[in-house]
């Protein structure tokens, strides 16, 4: 349980001192004036983005120093804590109430309190069951492969060093930053607890997106809809990226709201460029969400002229900051690879003989199950509800609720602001739909869709009684039924999450690498080097190189003439031991068998002082697949 | 002119504050929407309702059949 205590007090430092770097900017930017969710919720997601901007910065300089980030942390810790208290003295000094949210003008009556009160509490239980879930160490592929991956590499070499053996080394690398701030205060599970985080501040992003427009009582149940989507509650139990691109996205749209349409502060800009850079800091497909954006724009712009003038210099101020906060990824990968926005665009970026261009299509076809042509578009809505396993797997799912309910804005009244959150949405999931098709990539839509699903709700109250309450128990159903779910997939992780069972049990049991990297640990120190088949890679403390990638560079096995050169072509290559992980059904993850077909080769040679066999066991994993693991230490 | 009789007099204070939060959760779902000053809120035709309800209901039933593995 200590262990447990102690994670989540890394995400309370971590919490209070972005929000301690954040609380400033609002302040001076003269937007601070808001209620105290508004001021909360930008508070943190700047400092987010500020602390992340500030880790890499000391990363490319060489100073990721665990000692230092912690130093940095109490101390922002305190800042934040200051601020707060800061803020009550003066309210209590001058005897002012506390800020309440813009006053209820909408014509239409707030949810009845028991509706609010149930969807607000299926919220909170989905919100529980995904922290059972982010309080057991992760085993999700991706994190283990380089969401966590790289953070500790960045942390053991003290710097953020390119891996040309890794595609990901060169992505915009924002979020990891965040989990290396993690890392450093405590450990995995601190890192998976910042993504849970992230889902709570992107259902209460929502909150503030919806407020304007469908006014803050109705605002709540749309971000209860959005922690309810599978899809989310589902990341909120791993540590990726995709809600924290989907926050920034939501808040950049939520303070492009309040500058474009509401007119308010032009300080509102400022906050869009730095959601916006913090988008562009965590993944590429920020692009495609500006071009969504400013589809609409373009289209305010040509519409009035009195907003012609205040738009363009609102596009100016954003592109400027958001640039200040994401360029450096971009620049990165652009000296590396010689692409800014590697692997994509290989066509456009790579040489003619690169051989780029054939390993990194920007638009394979087996990313676009749906094809491309208008008959599958018209119908791409149906299918990636009813069959998200073609579309990235069930777990990343967006539901049915969305489906079930949108159509009824054929019925609803013009909603003011509500036509631009779907102009955006629709642009999005065009391109979505064009580029690559995975549901997952859909999350940005999720709370601009969820405003438009409670503004359908609002108009159900026009319906006359019987279907009124038909349709209320559908989706009344929907939402138990997420909730549930929510509680259910994370049933085996309560006895590690309550810590009724050791991380390291838990781990034997979850997470096929596990043990093999146990006795990695026991036997090579953090300077040695594993060349391994399986890409989950976090739990071994020293260097990891996947042997795919490896082969891709240097293509090692043409060089291997001789089955008796095999470990000493290895050892010369800096590799201290290899981890083998054959297939031995036909399903899951089908991994190349060239490692282990080389190392049985030298081993049938009889070869024992080149190579030794350190631990051997099978594990099912979760993708069905059945393999077994060899550690072997190569000794010449 | 004799009063209405108060029929929650001879039941208990818990007693009746349930029920009369019962009947207001009931009223609220069941009575037309009283949507306070909003002046355009004209009700739905039945038909575009019952159809939005078919809808969606087909819709969600559908969509756990596939989840519960009914339909492939």
């Known amino acids: 349980m200590l262990a447990q205590l102690l994670s989540l007090l890394a995400i309370l430092v971590i919490t209070l001192a972005a929000y301690g770097l954040g609380r400033p900017v609002l302040r001076g930017l003269n937007v601070a004036g808001e209620d105290h969710l508004t001021n909360g919720v930008w508070s943190v997601a700047v400092g987010l983005v500020l602390g992340g901007t500030l880790l890499a910065m000391l990363g490319l300089v060489g100073l990721l120093d665990r000692t230092l980030i912690g130093v940095l942390s109490i101390l922002g810790c305190l800042w934040g804590i200051g601020q707060i208290v800061h803020q009550r003295m003066l309210a209590t000094l001058a005897g002012k109430p506390a800020p309440e949210p813009q006053p209820q003008t909408a014509p239409w009556a707030p949810p009845a309190r028991w509706i609010r009160r149930t969807v607000l509490i299926l919220a909170f239980a989905a919100c529980g069951g995904s922290l059972i879930g982010a309080l057991a160490p992760t085993t999700a592929g991706d994190a283990l492969c380089y969401h966590l991956e790289l953070p500790k590499t960045f942390l053991a070499d003290h710097a953020i060093r390119f891996t040309p053996d890794s595609d990901n080394s060169t992505f915009p690398l924002l979020a990891e930053m965040w989990y290396t701030w993690a890392l450093a205060l405590d450990g995995p599970v601190a890192a998976g607890l910042i993504h849970w985080e992230l889902g709570v501040l992107l259902g209460l992003a929502t909150v503030l997106l919806a407020t304007p427009i469908v006014s803050r009582p109705w605002a709540w149940l749309a971000g ?18 995709d809600l924290a691109f989907a926050l920034m996205t939501t808040l950049s749209v939520a303070a492009w709201w309040r500058a474009v349409v509401a007119e308010e502060s032009r300080g509102w800009f400022v906050l869009v460029g730095i959601a916006g850079g913090g988008a562009l800091a965590t993944k590429y497909l920020a692009l495609v969400f500006a071009l969504a954006v400013a589809v609409p724009t373009l289209w305010l712009v040509w519409r009035g002229r009195p907003r012609r003038r205040l738009v363009l210099q609102g596009v100016a101020v954003v592109s400027i900051v958001a640039v200040s906060f994401a360029g450096l990824w971009y620049v990165r990968a652009a000296r590396h ?24 299509e920007t638009l394979p076809e087996s990313k676009s199950p749906l094809g491309r042509n208008p008959v599958t578009m018209a119908t791409a809505p149906w299918q990636v509800t009813m069959q998200p396993d073609r579309f990235g797997g069930r777990g990343h799912q967006l539901g049915v609720l969305f489906l079930a309910a949108l159509p009824g804005l054929a019925f ?18 065009t391109i979505w739909y ?9 999350l940005p839509v999720v709370p601009m869709l969820s405003v438009a699903v409670v503004w359908v ?13 038909v349709v209320g128990c559908l989706f009344g159903g929907v939402l138990v039924a997420f909730s549930i779910v929510a509680l259910a997939r994370c049933r085996d992780q309560l006895p590690v999450a309550l810590a009724f069972e050791s991380r390291d049990d838990y781990l034997s049991r979850s997470e096929p690498t596990w043990r093999a990297a146990r006795l990695s640990n026991l036997i090579f120190g953090p300077k040695d080097h594993l060349l391994t088949q399986d890409y989950r890679a976090f739990y071994f403390d020293c260097r990891v190189t996947r042997e795919s990638l490896y082969r891709r560079r240097v293509a090692y096995d043409r060089s291997v003439t001789d089955p008796r050169d095999f470990s000493r072509t290895l050892t010369e290559a800096g590799f201290t031991h290899v981890l083998l992980a054959e297939n031995l059904n036909d399903q899951g993850i089908q991994y190349d068998p060239t490692l282990s077909r080389l190392t049985d080769a030298q081993l049938r040679e009889n070869e024992a002082d080149s190579m030794l066999q350190l631990g051997e066991y099978q594990f099912p994993d979760a993708d069905g697949g059945l393999r077994r693991y060899r550690l072997v230490m190569l000794l010449r | 002119m004799i009063a209405p009789i108060d029929k929650s007099v001879g039941e208990t204070g818990g007693k009746a504050r349930t029920l009369h939060n019962a009947r207001r959760v009931a009223a609220s779902v069941l009575l037309s929407a009283k949507i306070s000053n909003d002046r355009t809120a004209r009700p739905i035709s039945t038909w575009c309702a019952w159809l939005f309800a078919a809808w969606a209901a087909v819709v969600t039933t559908t969509y756990f059949a596939y989840m519960l593995g009914i339909v492939d």
């Open chain 1, 224 to 241: 209860a809809v959005v922690v309810l989507v599978p899809g989310v509650s589902n990341q909120m139990t791993a540590p990726m990226n």
């Open chain 1, 337 to 360: 690879r010689g692409n800014p926005v590697y692997p994509f665009l290989s066509e456009v970026f790579a040489a003619s003989d690169s051989p780029d261009r054939k390993i990194h």
């Open chain 1, 412 to 429: 609803a009244r013009r909603l003011r602001g509500l036509g631009i959150l779907l102009a955006v949405s629709v642009v999005y999931a």
């Open chain 1, 434 to 442: 064009l580029l690559r098709q995975n549901v997952r990539f859909l």
């Open chain 1, 457 to 469: 709700w609002i108009e159900v109250g026009r319906f006359p009684p019987l279907p009124r309450v």
